[in-house]
Nanobody, 116 residues
Framework: QVQLVESGGGLVQPGGSLRLSCAAS????????MNWYRQAPGKERELVAT????????NYVDSAKDRFTISRDNLRNTVYLQMNNLKFEDTAMYYC?????????WGQGTQVTVSS
């Protein structure tokens, strides 16, 4: 079955960096777009970044542009989110996501906390 497992979250100071990883299994990873979402307490889940399959086209939420980079390693079935210059408002649970056979799949999430 489809499984997405995030890692790499943690506590970081403003201006710091983290790299999140999402290990995927249960489907032909290279054929599917991958996404990163985040959800802070009391707020709606927000699409942060997406990366396409073949062409690998990327898109970002405005607040993440110029700070975050999504990438993928199709040989390792892993998608990454490099987060630089982190801000307080980046604090959230970050989720890996894909749509496979018309169904949305989610990882368990990894917590990112930006605090001084």
């Amino acid at each position: 079955q489809v499984q997405l497992v995030e890692s790499g979250g943690g506590l970081v100071q403003p201006g710091g960096s983290l790299r999140l990883s999402c290990a995927a299994s249960g489907f032909t990873f290279r054929l599917y777009a991958m996404n990163w979402y985040r959800q802070a307490p009391g707020k709606e889940r927000e699409l942060v970044a997406t990366i396409g399959s073949a062409a690998g086209v990327t898109n970002y939420v405005d607040s993440a542009k110029d700070r975050f980079t999504i990438s993928r390693d199709n040989l390792r079935n892993t998608v990454y989110l490099q987060m630089n210059n982190l801000k307080f408002e980046d604090t959230a649970m970050y989720y890996c996501n894909t749509r496979y056979r018309g169904v949305q799949y989610w990882g368990q999430g990894t917590q990112v906390t930006v605090s001084s």
